[in-house]
């Protein structure tokens, strides 16, 4: 089992920064996959940035160059810095470790709300 909470959203106006942060209750090796998703009212849930298995990175096209993930192994932490939000931004943003098909793991989920 794994506990994942997320923290570090709030309101901010547009062209502002935010720092998220997903601390894992133990020390996670290899995931399948690690890292943040976001839902909007009334929208699916939807890929941001994820740590993939083979070491890779993915972005969602609508968040390239904005936002960066990044992770501290020796905290069980990952991190996301959301830099220009925009109002599209506002969303809970959830982490999530997919570990194997019956052992995938969510947080509670932060409100990030972009409004000036």
């Known amino acids: 089992q794994v506990q994942l909470v997320e923290s570090g959203g709030g309101l901010v106006q547009p062209g502002g920064s935010l720092r998220l942060s997903c601390v894992a209750s133990?020390?996670?090796?290899?995931?399948?996959?690690m890292g943040w998703y976001r839902q909007a009212p009334g929208k699916q849930r939807e890929m941001v940035a994820l740590?993939?298995?083979?070491?890779?990175?993915n972005y969602a096209d609508s968040v390239e160059g904005r936002f960066t993930i990044s992770r501290d192994s020796g905290k069980n932490t990952v991190y996301l810095q959301m830099n220009n939000l925009q109002p599209e931004d506002t969303a809970v943003y959830y982490c999530?470790?997919?570990?194997?098909?019956?052992?995938?793991?969510w947080g509670q989920g932060t409100q990030v709300t972009v409004s000036s």
């Open positions: 999530r470790a997919f570990l194997a098909k019956l052992d995938d793991y």
């Open positions: 133990r020390r996670i090796f290899r995931p399948n996959a």
């Open positions: 740590f993939r298995g083979d070491g890779t990175i």
